[in-house]
């Protein structure tokens, strides 16, 4: 199976980089350090939007406000298990940095081919951004899934620094990889606070924002949905079609089957303007993932101040969070269990209490996020302390 993908949870398109600077701002330096970040091809691609793509993206916008200088390396191929021609691109662009240079890959990229990245590791200072360990992908034969795992595991020992995306995500690195606990990191994704949500009806609107592939779960959503036919909802499930092609004739046969084609839309990928829309005319955000590091599609509602209805798996409860008077904003199901998410989505359109607690304490969470000028400071912190050529000179 040579042509598996990891796929991305899809986010927000571009996001202007004044609105991730409006909080923690901080003075730009005059004189900027250089780091050089290795990430996949089309990560700039607005057709294709995902969680790591905007994580990617962002950072890069906004740690120039922390002292460091970003030269994006976007190195196309089907990572993590890349052909011959993207296998010598990853080789060349590494080869070609000079000595000591601080370089930041994204784990998608790194994770899949230490034959290449460990070489290099005692040359340049070396640190992988990890947005979902390359085994946690659902759907992969057990042998491949054994064999990336056994691939990232080299890779993360070698490397000066890990980071993860969530505290989940330090902890799973550390117990899985046997890694150094002081080498491992977090940078949690930011999230911009955008106008609330107006929502349709305060019920019947569900939106789920996921790229459309077995480990976003939505066979399972539309299980629960089909189990709670007889409730007003609608729902649009937006996130990008390409990933897995079978999967999504999947998806139709089961909407067909249960007889769901007017309530429930496979939107497609969304970006911008129109993803801003889904959201401001959204009631509750859907989740029914198997694995996440962290869940940027959860604070992106929360930042609008939609309460969530999602799977209790990785990092979603730390995205999930709380508010500050210690209001819960979401509630969380198992994964494999639609009849849990039919059951919650019964008290959610049955019960105006459940509705009015869930809507404050979103509204609650949405004022306390972090924004992405966190993130970079954390990222900034991570690069600062890695192995300099002045450093092993000295």
Request: aromatic share 4%; net charge negative.
């Amino acid at each position: 199976m040579s042509d598996v993908t990891i796929d991305r949870a899809p986010s927000l398109g571009f996001l202007p980089a004044q609105r991730a600077a409006s909080r923690n701002a901080e003075i730009i330096p005059m004189s900027l350090r250089t780091v050089h970040f290795v990430m996949p091809g089309g990560v700039d691609d607005p057709a294709a939007p995902s969680g790591g793509n905007a994580y990617d993206r962002r950072v890069s916008l906004d740690l120039p406000g922390f002292g460091w200088q970003v030269h994006k390396h976007a190195v196309d191929g089907e990572w993590p298990r890349p052909d011959a021609a993207a296998r010598a691109e990853l080789a060349r662009v590494l080869r070609e940095l000079p000595d000591g240079a601080a370089v930041l890959l994204d784990g998608l990229v790194a994770c899949g081919v230490p034959e290449i990245v460990v070489p290099e590791a005692d040359r340049l200072g070396l640190a992988v951004l990890v947005h979902l360990p390359l085994g946690d992908e659902t759907g992969l034969e057990a042998a491949v899934a054994a064999e990336l795992d056994a691939k990232e595991r080299t890779v993360l020992r070698a490397v000066s620094a890990v980071i993860g995306t969530s505290d989940w995500a330090v902890r799973r690195l550390v117990s899985h990889h046997g890694l150094a606990p002081d080498r491992v990191h977090v940078a949690t994704p930011g999230a911009d606070i955008a106008p609330l949500a107006s929502g349709t009806d305060g019920v019947s609107r569900l939106l789920c924002v996921a790229a459309v592939t077995p480990r976003k779960g939505q066979h399972r959503l539309i299980e629960a949905l089909a189990a709670a036919a007889d409730l007003p909802w609608t729902c649009t499930c937006v996130g990008g079609l390409g990933h897995d092609p079978e999967y999504v004739d999947h998806l139709r046969g089961l909407i067909e089957q249960y007889g769901l084609q007017d309530r429930l839309h496979l939107a497609g990928p969304q970006a911008g303007a129109q993803l801003d829309a889904s959201y401001a005319s959204a009631d509750l955000m859907v989740l029914m993932s198997y694995a996440e590091t962290y869940g940027m599609a959860v604070t992106e509602a929360l930042a609008r101040g939609i309460p969530v209805l999602a799977t209790d798996v990785g990092g979603l409860p730390e995205a999930v969070g709380r508010a500050p008077d210690g209001g819960v904003p979401g509630i969380l199901v198992p994964p494999e269990d639609p009849a849990a998410l039919a059951a919650e989505l019964r008290g959610w359109f049955g019960e105006a209490d459940v509705r009015r607690r869930l809507k404050a304490a979103a509204r609650g969470r949405r004022a306390a996020l972090d924004g992405w000028a966190t993130t970079a400071r954390s990222l900034a912190g991570v690069l600062t302390r890695l192995p300099s050529e002045s450093r092993r000179a000295a």
